[in-house]
């Protein structure tokens, strides 16, 4: 079964597991770019850097993460992630709750128009 993989203006992600209790993936967000300020109804996401730093927004607080360091997201928090260095940052999402749609992203800041 060949993985799902989607091109974003920040980079890209691959779908490594997606069944019905929990999606995977790997996302990799190029140097300067970062993720929209956004939120979820229906999941909870964990995020687990593997290459690179993170800038991470949840709500009004920042923190940086780097590789083996992790955070949570539970649902209805705003949040984003930023790549300030040079070289792409690589972390794993693992999502859980009742739907993992797309559809499930609601925006509130976005620098590529879809807010």
């Given at each position: 079964m060949e993985r799902e993989i989607g091109h974003r203006p920040w980079g890209r992600y691959e779908v490594l597991l997606d069944d019905p209790q929990v999606k995977v993936k790997r996302i990799v967000v190029e140097s300067g770019a970062r993720l929209s300020l956004q939120r979820h109804h229906h999941r909870d996401e964990h995020w687990f850097v593997v290459a690179g730093r993170a800038t991470v927004t949840l709500d009004l607080e920042e923190r940086t993460l780097l590789p083996g360091e992790?955070?949570?997201?539970?649902?209805?928090?705003?949040?984003?992630?930023?790549?300030?260095?040079?070289?792409?940052?690589?972390?794993?999402?693992?999502?859980?709750?009742?739907?993992?749609?797309?559809?499930?992203?609601?925006?509130?800041?976005?620098?590529?128009?879809r807010a």
């Amino acid at each position: 079964m060949e993985r799902e993989i989607g091109h974003r203006p920040w980079g890209r992600y691959e779908v490594l597991l997606d069944d019905p209790q929990v999606k995977v993936k790997r996302i990799v967000v190029e140097s300067g770019a970062r993720l929209s300020l956004q939120r979820h109804h229906h999941r909870d996401e964990h995020w687990f850097v593997v290459a690179g730093r993170a800038t991470v927004t949840l709500d009004l607080e920042e923190r940086t993460l780097l590789p083996g360091e992790a955070v949570d997201i539970p649902r209805l928090t705003w949040h984003r992630v930023l790549n300030e260095g040079s070289a792409a940052l690589t972390f794993i999402e693992v999502q859980t709750g009742d739907s993992f749609s797309e559809e499930d992203i609601e925006r509130r800041e976005d620098d590529y128009g879809r807010a």
